[in-house]
Structure formats: structure tokens, C-alpha cells
């Protein structure tokens, strides 16, 4: 077993050779070392500014459901190394990942049938994209080959879901000219509760109209637009999507990557509207945070118009796809989910991020305040610049909480199993950070 690196070479190493995500290389700011994870709690190396352990208010980036070193997915874990690890795809297969298909298409809205498993989230939306592209080819209708989203999304940062993420405000405007272009309709109203809007309607109408002969799909976050800015809209512009692209013969993708698994307090936010769409994509919680696995799910339209095409198949196929190990957490971790009242875990969450947050909303600079589900969010009346997430972030550990703005956004999604005083440590936590980003 190698001798562990003392904190300061390990920091050193890191920054001469690791990049971070969304950060230069080198980088500026040295990150927080983390030495273990349980529960709700990440463990420092050492201590930063007298705290050595931080509740962790982004569940890992919205997938940690269970918090960390749980010991269900553990044992899942274990059992599973006993048997394989990994095995390819082409050509054989195994009970993990045949039982987790299963159970996926159990689970999701019904009509959705057939589980293409991909290695990460941003992978399945471009396999999702793929499905909808060959669809339209093999119906001898290739000229159906954009896509059609509304402004303020975020789908991934491989090549195809940067064209559908935000062109203007996101962070993929760099490739503005370079990308595909896409046809943008305007955001979606705010507010969940929001009745529909007629006039966004007959917006969507219009270019749904105008777009249909070149359009193969429409892709949308579902009820949340997340790292695009943490917007919730009605589900009723979901329904509305769906009419219209059934009237207009286009496809309808729900990117669930970050919605699914109850984080919005339905299993899945499509199950807000009470619609299928063709295809539907879910990662991040998929595997309850251990390991990295997603997945394309479609219709059987979508599967046999792809199957009688020139080219009968879907040709991609991730090294890693369908890898067992993933397969057997991903499947303990939906059990453990479904096998508790998550949707009361939920709500009790819900309840203590409103009543935690509220006092946010006269604090100075501070725009607009909003909960949904196991989602809260604080909204700035300006972005923070770097010095401002720096002191905002800094601030947040001070009072013991791992949190990470962004934008216009101190924000929190903590895993289901955080309790009621860790929930208000959080809110606290998010307090203090809007302070101090925005007196920056």
C-alpha cells in the first residue's frame, strides 16, 4: 500500500498537473482536500478555518442521494467485485444490467421500453440525439436533423448538448458559430404553479410551425432548468409540448439527468405533467453517487422506426457500457429508495429549505428566493465574479457547509438523507454566503 501524500505535496501535485472542472489550468485556488465521506458529512485533511467536517449541501453535484459510505450500497458494491467488475457489452451481457433495464423501464413513464446505458450524463443526451437523428433518417426523412429547446437549459458539455444549453447566458457561448445551430424559443414562464401563459403558447406553436420540417426533436429540462439557472416552470408546458410535437410530427426528449430519482419531489418530473415523451435521459442519481453510469430510455416508435432503417442499428457503444458494477449500485440504489417513504423525505426537506430560505429574501442584492422538492435556491440581482464565489463559498464553510454558486446563484441540493438541524445548517449556510458574495 503506498504511504499517503501529506496534504501540502498532495496540493502541489494538483496544481501542477490536475484540472479541475470549469477552472484554468494551473489553478488559482487551491481545493479543499477531502480524506473520507459518511453520511452527509465530507472529512477535511485539515482543518480550514477551524472546521473539519462540512455538511455537504450539493449531494456530490445532485447525485448522492443517500449520502455517502451507505452501507446498502456498499455491500452492493462488494458483492458485486466478487463476481465481476466489468465484462464488454458487444456481443454478451449479465444480470445487472438486463435487471436494472428492467427496472428502469418499470419506473419511468410508461411506453418508455427500451435502456440504452451510457457511461455519463452528457453522454446519454448525445445518444438520445442520435436516436432521434437515425429515426428520422430511417423514415426516409433526413432533412429533420436540428433540434429545438428554449433559452435558459443546460444538457451537458460534450459536443451536441452544448448546442441545446443556453447560447446567450450559458457557458458554451464560446462556441457560438462552431456549434450546430438550433432553434431557441424564449425561456418558459417562471413559477411552478404558474397557470400557462397563452401568449408562450402560441409562441411555441409558431416555431414548432414554422421549424417541423427540419426539426427531429424538441429537448427540454422538465419542470427545473438546472445549472442554466435553477428556474422552475409549470408542467403544463410540458403537456403543451407534447400536443404540439405529436400535431407536428417532431420527437419530445425530457433530459432528466438531474431531476430524476425524486429530486423534485416526483419520481421523475416528466410524472408532474403526466406525459411520455419519446425518449427520456437520467443519470446522476442513478447510481446513488458511487459511480458513473446514465441512461438513453425511448419508445418503441423510436427503437423499430431506428431498426428499419438502412442502417438497422444504433452505432455507439461505450467501452464502459452497461458495466455491471455500476449496474448492481445503480439497482441497490433505486431499491433503497423506493423501498422508504422518499416522498415524505422530500417534503420534509421542501419544508426546511422554506422555511430556512425565506429569511434570504431581504438580504441585500438578493432577486428572488425559491424552493421546490430537495432543491433551494437564492437568486442575486447580479452575477458573482470570481471574487465573489470565492467569498461566498468561504463563507459557506465557515459555518461548516459545502456549497458551490454560480452565476446569479448560491444554491442547495442536499442528499434525502439530511436531517432537520443539518437542513437549517445549510439554509444558514446559504445566508451567509449571499452576504458575503454579494458585498464583495
Known sequence: ??????????????????????????????????????????????????????????????????????????????????????????????????????????????????????????????????MCLQYWRSSGRPEKRRLMTWRGGYHGDTWTPMSVCDPDGGMHSLWAGVLPEQVFADAPPAGFTAEEDPAYAAHLRELLERHAHELAAVIVEPVVQNAGGMRFHSPSYLRLLRRLCDEYDVLLVFDEIATGFGRTGALFAADHAGVTPDVMCVGKALTGGYLTMAAALCTSRVAEGISRGEVPVLAHGPTFMGNPLAAAVALASIDLLLGQDWQAEVKRIEAGLREGLAPAASLPGVRDVRVLGAIGAVELDRPLDAAGMAAATEAAVREGVWLRPFGQLVYTMPPFVTGDGDVGRICGAVRAAVEAGAGV
Open 1 to 130: 500500500m503506498r504511504e499517503p501524500l501529506g496534504v501540502e505535496r498532495l496540493l502541489e501535485l494538483d496544481r501542477q498537473h490536475v484540472w479541475h472542472p470549469y477552472g484554468p489550468m494551473p489553478g488559482r485556488r487551491d481545493p479543499l482536500v477531502v480524506e473520507s465521506a459518511s453520511g452527509v458529512r465530507l472529512r477535511l485533511a485539515e482543518p480550514v478555518h477551524g472546521v473539519r467536517e462540512l455538511v455537504d449541501g450539493m449531494a456530490s453535484w445532485w447525485s448522492a442521494l443517500h449520502g455517502y459510505n451507505h452501507p446498502v450500497l456498499n455491500e452492493a458494491a462488494r458483492a458485486q467485485l466478487d463476481r465481476m467488475s466489468h465484462v464488454m457489452f458487444g456481443g454478451l451481457t449479465h444480470e445487472p444490467a438486463v435487471r436494472l433495464a428492467a427496472r428502469l423501464v418499470e419506473i419511468t413513464p410508461e411506453g418508455l421500453e427500451h435502456v440504452f446505458l451510457a457511461d455519463s450524463g452528457s453522454v446519454s443526451v448525445e445518444v438520445a440525439v442520435k
